[in-house]
């Protein structure tokens, strides 16, 4: 193969995963506001709970305020009760303290529901507690996790940058200008593969004389359409069959 073929295959292969490592590590600002919303909705969900409870409780006690003010009424009409002297007033005091009655019960009743509802609510804030837990320490974990690869994809974009330094200084300078004006208009992608008589990334045919050249890997021949460099690489030789008959001794 032609060295600096060769050298330029190697080059567009750096900056492929150089190019692939600076677009992960320029994902990482969105992949932590990923992380942070996941835990800002776990947050949610608690304060959300927490917020049901404190309703339940409150109307729970509002209840217990106006039981309290049914129950002195009672009192009072009881006392009432035995003061009258008419049938007609006693009357009108049973169906006072009847109302009274009814009306403590409702709340009592009302009160029970509360209560039914205040577990199941202490319990939905428990379970989004627990939730809220296991997602910070995964969080924490994914955190850690992204510093790691962010550290490792420094250093590699670093080690192939050097990598890169010196491969050009071995390349002519002409045909690293080819490299360069066609990476600046093909998005990075100066390099392609030819096979079976194609360019396998703008996927025009390639006249055969051209694709004979590519075949030799002796020069540096350019697709017609895309100005890409072309290379050939020649199919791997076929494994030999592993059920093969054993030879005898």
């Known amino acids: 193969m032609h060295p600096d073929l060769e050298r330029l295959i190697a080059l567009q292969r750096l900056d492929t995963a150089a190019d692939t490592a600076r677009r992960t590590l320029a994902s990482e600002p969105e992949r932590e506001a990923s992380l942070a919303a996941r835990l800002e909705t776990a947050q949610q969900r608690v304060a959300a709970a927490k917020a049901r409870l404190a309703d339940n409780t409150t109307a729970r006690r509002a209840i217990e305020k106006d039981v309290a003010v049914h129950q002195g009424r009672l009192s009072k009409f009881r006392e009432q009760a035995m003061a009258v002297k008419t049938n007609q007033e006693y009357a009108a005091v049973q169906k ?8 403590i019960k409702a709340l009592e009743d009302k009160e029970l529901e509360g209560m039914l509802e205040a577990d199941d609510l202490t319990a939905s804030l428990k379970k989004a507690e627990a939730e809220l837990a296991a997602e910070q320490k995964a969080i924490e974990a994914d955190r850690r996790a992204l510093a790691a690869e962010q550290k490792e994809l420094q250093a590699a974009i670093e080690q192939m940058s050097n990598e890169r330094t ?41 006249r055969p004389q051209v694709f ?4 030799r890997n002796d020069a540096i021949t350019q697709c017609d359409s895309c100005n890409r460099v ?4 020649a199919a791997a030789a076929p494994a030999a069959a592993s059920d093969a008959s054993p030879q005898p001794s």
Do not use: M, W
């Open 96 to 103: 006072e303290i009847g109302f009274a009655q009814s009306e």
């Open 166 to 206: 010196a491969l050009v200084a071995g390349l002519d300078a002409g045909v690293l200008r080819i490299f360069e004006q066609v990476a600046r208009k093909r998005n990075g992608v100066a390099v392609a593969e030819a096979r079976d008589g194609i360019c396998t990334i703008c996927h025009v045919r390639l």
């Open 212 to 215: 004979n050249t590519v075949r």
């Open 230 to 233: 072309l290379y050939f690489a």
